[in-house]
């Protein structure tokens, strides 16, 4: 009789243990996101940029803008993205299939196009450049108008 009673209260107590790490781990997720998505002033500043990043970048670039190491280039303090506001416009507007080096580390994975509109593309730059704490500066429409967009 004892044997089935003891392996019930196992059960349970392994369920029970398993129930408490799943949201421990959702508590974790959802601070971290709290903290990176909200607290930033450069979405109320850009706040046009920041919906398109959220929508259309966030996936590679992370919230933190910090990429992935060996696939996804950093955003936030990001040599490559300061040397030429004009050529990240470029790579959002017509993505980049040439191996690119951003802080040292190199890139090979292509990056496809992300937006159909200069304003779009200008808009998500320019919220990538004040992001996660950058002092990018901003680049105007006007300077980027002649940007071909190739599909
Ligand atoms: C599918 C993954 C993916 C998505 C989505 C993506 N990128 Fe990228 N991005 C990359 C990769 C890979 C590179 C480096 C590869 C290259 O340029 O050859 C890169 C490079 C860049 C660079 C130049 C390198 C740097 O670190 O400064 C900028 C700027 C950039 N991305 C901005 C954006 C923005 C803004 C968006 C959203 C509108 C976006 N990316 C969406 C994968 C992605």
């Known amino acids: ?58 996936a590679c670039h992370q919230t933190t803008g910090m990429g992935v190491p060996n696939a996804f280039p950093p955003l936030k303090d990001a040599d490559y993205l300061f040397a030429d506001k004009k050529r990240a416009v470029r790579q959002v507007l017509n993505g980049n299939n040439t191996p690119i080096t951003v802080n040292g580390a190199t890139y090979t994975i292509p990056m496809p196009p992300q937006v159909d509109t200069h304003e779009d593309a200008v808009a998500v730059i320019n919220y990538v450049l004040n992001a996660w704490g950058n002092d990018g500066g901003t680049i105007k429409l006007e300077d980027v108008k002649d940007i071909k967009i190739v599909r």
């Open 1 to 58: 009789m004892k044997k089935p009673v003891i392996l019930l209260l196992m059960i349970t107590l392994i369920s029970v243990g398993s129930i408490a790490i799943i949201n421990a781990k959702a508590n974790v997720s959802n601070n971290s996101s709290a903290i990176s998505m909200q607290d930033d002033p450069a979405d109320a500043k850009f706040p046009k940029g920041a919906k398109i990043y959220k929508e259309k970048c966030v």
